[in-house]
């Protein structure tokens, strides 16, 4: 098991949130190409994270192309308080928010997506073979 934390991230955690979701449980490649097109300023970030596992992987000797992405979650980071000039020599003071990614890949070899198998009836199954006369 993988586990890679991208830390200071200036995005907030409720942003990042929607995006981490969508690849649990997807191949690490796939997830990969998936977050370089998608329209988010988070993605970018997730791209990141997911670029340093995958760099992670390849170092412990794993292969990239097993690898899944078992857990991906934001948590909040420091606030960071900065004030702007406000009317009458008053300020206004706003927030920047922080966040910390971290995704957790675990090997899964062959895995291929899901097939339905036929199901054999239980019992005998006895086959008839017509033949011409």
């Given at each position: 098991?993988?586990k ?17 979701s ?8 796939a997830a ?15 791209n990141k994270?997911l670029?340093?596992?995958?760099a992670?992987?390849?170092e ?9 992405v ?52 239980k ?11």
């Amino acid at each position: 098991m993988i586990k890679v934390r991208l830390n200071y991230v200036r995005h907030s955690a409720r942003k990042l949130r929607p995006v981490l979701s969508v690849f649990v449980g997807q191949k690490l490649e796939a997830a990969i190409d998936k977050t370089s097109i998608m329209a988010q300023d988070s993605a970018l970030m997730l791209n990141k994270t997911l670029r340093m596992a995958r760099a992670a992987a390849e170092e412990k000797e794993f292969s990239a192309n097993d690898m899944v992405v078992s857990q991906a979650y934001a948590t909040e980071g420091p606030r960071i308080k900065r004030s702007r000039a406000n009317a009458r020599g008053r300020t206004n003071r706003y927030i920047k928010h922080l966040a910390h990614i971290t995704v957790m890949l675990e090997e899964r070899k062959g895995s291929k997506p899901a097939v339905a198998t036929p199901i054999a009836p239980k019992g005998k199954v006895e086959t008839k073979i017509r033949t011409k006369k």
